[in-house]
């Protein structure tokens, strides 16, 4: 089985930044692709940022120069950093990665249980 976990979201004030890190646990021998996406109320959910494991990374125009995606292939982890935030980036954010795991030579697409990011005006 194959978990992520969140954390990091909470209540800043628009301006502020905050960070949010994903896990990914279990049985894994590779992940090729982590994302972050993102659902507020009463809307779809849409990505944020992905990165890839031959280094590709992409934003959602919304949130380009302000958010940035790392990750750490040894740690199994991918963050999200954002700054200058406003009270449109406030939603559920949801870590999501393509895992293949030992001895399934095909990769699986994963989601975490999200956290909640809030940004006052």
């Known amino acids: 089985q194959v978990q992520l976990v969140e954390s990091g979201g909470g209540l800043v004030q628009a301006g502020g930044s905050l960070r949010l890190s994903c896990a990914a646990s279990?049985?894994?021998?590779?992940?090729?692709?982590m994302a972050w996406y993102r659902q507020a109320p009463g809307r779809q959910r849409d990505l944020v940022a992905d990165?890839?494991?031959?280094?590709?990374?992409n934003y959602a125009d919304s949130v380009k120069g302000r958010f940035t995606i790392t990750r750490d292939d040894a740690k199994k982890t991918v963050y999200l950093q954002m700054n200058s935030l406003k009270p449109e980036d406030s939603a559920v954010y949801y870590c999501?990665?393509?895992?293949?795991?030992?001895?399934?030579?095909?990769?699986?697409?994963?989601w975490g249980q999200g956290t909640q990011v809030t940004v006052s005006s």
């Open positions: 999501n990665a393509d895992v293949t795991r030992f001895l399934s030579g095909l990769p699986y697409n994963y």
């Open positions: 990165a890839t494991s031959d280094g590709s990374i």
């Open positions: 279990g049985s894994i021998f590779s992940i090729k692709r």
